[in-house]
């Protein structure tokens, strides 16, 4: 199978400020030097993490996924990140994977961050969204979900397995650095799968701080790259599906796992 080529995006998100940041991620597009499969940008890409989404919320026809349709469509290349949507009077923080060919999928941030209130305005989703990337299969998530092992949990049938790639794009702040980082390895070891995380840096409007630790990690749990804390930057790099199928099947700790079903 083809190697899959990733292109992570850590930026400093301009508080509420759409057209900053647009215009941030088409600099950031204009300096890629490679062909890319995936861009990956960071929850809430386009205002920053907010809990008061009706003054930023967009619905499904609005600028934002027709600007996030044209990069993909220009690049070639599928461009997935989170931002605020109102649908059927309810705001979801919405992460959206669209496609060069402007069709996209949607998942629904499952797990709400309640110390920041934002269950007090957002509707959690309830159903995981697993997609297929030229073979690979990309379980993406949004943030605080990364805490949750169980919703993240990759399961192994008759030889095959879920996902190969768990995807997480974070406005992770950095008082909680370590732990994202002790995270990350977890899921990529407990799940044998890659992992593929994006977070900002800078401080937001609210004045919390954000470090960025933006990596991608093999199988085993080792970072393949990270992208210096603290700076803005944009890495590429191929991920191989040969040496992770290899690893599973040398050391398939897949059939042991545990069936359990989640109770929604």
């Known amino acids: 199978m083809f190697n899959l080529t990733v292109t992570l995006i850590q930026p400093d998100l301009a508080w509420q ?38 003054a930023l919320a967009e619905d499904m026809n609005g600028p934002t996924l027709a600007w996030m349709s044209k990069q993909a469509g220009d ?22 994977w669209m496609q060069p060919d402007g069709r996209y999928f949607t998942y629904d941030k499952r797990h709400l961050f309640h110390p920041g209130n934002e269950h007090e305005q957002f509707s959690q989703g309830n159903t995981k969204l697993v997609v297929d990337l030229l073979g690979w299969k990309i379980c993406p998530l949004v943030c605080y979900d990364l805490r949750f092992p ?63 630790d933006s990596a991608v990690i093999d199988f085993k749990g080792k970072h393949m790259i990270e992208i210096a804390p603290d700076e803005e930057g944009m890495e590429t790099l191929d991920v191989s599906y040969d040496k992770l199928a290899a690893f599973r099947d040398n050391f398939t700790v897949g059939m042991d796992w545990d069936s359990f079903g989640i109770r929604i």
């Open 17 to 54: 400020d759409k057209k900053s940041n647009l215009l941030k991620f088409e600099d950031f597009f204009r300096k890629l030097d490679r062909k890319t499969d995936l861009i990956v940008l960071p929850e809430m890409f386009n205002t920053g993490f907010v809990v008061e989404p009706r």
């Open 150 to 212: 169980v919703w993240s949990k990759n399961t192994w049938t008759n030889g095959t397995y879920e996902y190969d790639i768990l995807l997480y794009m974070a406005n992770w702040p950095a008082a909680r650095g370590y732990a994202y980082r002790q995270l990350l390895i977890a899921r990529a070891i407990e799940n044998q799968c890659y992992v593929v995380a994006v977070n900002r840096v800078g401080i937001d409007g609210k004045g919390t701080n954000h470090q960025g």
């Open 75 to 96: 690049l070639k290349t599928v461009i997935t990140g989170s931002l605020v949507i109102l649908e059927n009077g309810n705001y979801y923080n919405r992460l959206v």
